[in-house]
């Protein structure tokens, strides 16, 4: 396993879509693992129109049993992909603790050279955003609700990032 995992390690530093990596991993939650396993079942992430295709495609929406006038959702589906899932639920842990752009996620912001400003504030948000959703879900309905809400969310920030990684010029890669 220790093996697998240096190769991989290795080897997303050539891949083709590195960059979407780098910055992924300007989100709290989010390491090169992570990133490389998103990068590995999504491609680039063009494939979804809006944040909520995606969240469909990890199986992150409530389910829906409508007839007529009434409408009643349940819980998440879960028929999207159940790795991916694992990953972004484990991820939306880290949001336990207070916002903080300083150690680790610091560190990783630094490696994105010139595009730190732009995802810091992206990075920033999302930590405000689910630090305090997370709280809040937590107090009110338990903790595995709680975490699902926040990886649910979680995906439309990694959306974000990706299409904001897409939009930028070609040359503006980061070293």
Not at 8 to 28: C, T, Y
Not at 83 to 91: A, D, E, T, Y
Request: aromatic letters at 8%; glycine letters at 8%.
């Amino acid at each position: 396993m220790l093996r697998l995992t240096a190769a991989i390690e290795a080897a997303w530093l050539a891949h083709p879509l590195a960059d979407l990596m780098r910055a992924l991993q300007a989100l709290r939650g989010i390491d090169w693992l992570t990133a490389a396993t998103l990068v590995a079942e999504c491609g680039d992430f063009s494939q979804f129109r809006h944040p909520r295709h995606l969240m469909a495609f990890f199986g992150l929406v409530p389910t829906e049993s409508s007839s007529g006038e009434s409408r009643r959702q349940g819980g998440i589906s879960k028929t999207g992909n159940a790795q991916v899932r694992r990953v972004l639920i484990q991820s939306a842990q880290t949001y336990r603790f207070l916002p903080s752009l300083h150690g680790l996620v610091g560190r990783r912001l630094a490696a994105c050279g010139p595009w730190q400003a732009d995802l810091s504030a992206i990075s920033w948000r999302c930590q405000q955003r689910l630090h305090g959703r997370l709280r809040r879900v937590m107090a009110r309905r338990g903790k595995p609700k709680a975490l699902t809400a926040v990886a649910r969310e979680l995906c439309g920030y990694i959306w974000e990032v990706a299409v904001w990684v897409r939009a930028q010029p070609a040359g503006s890669s980061v070293a």
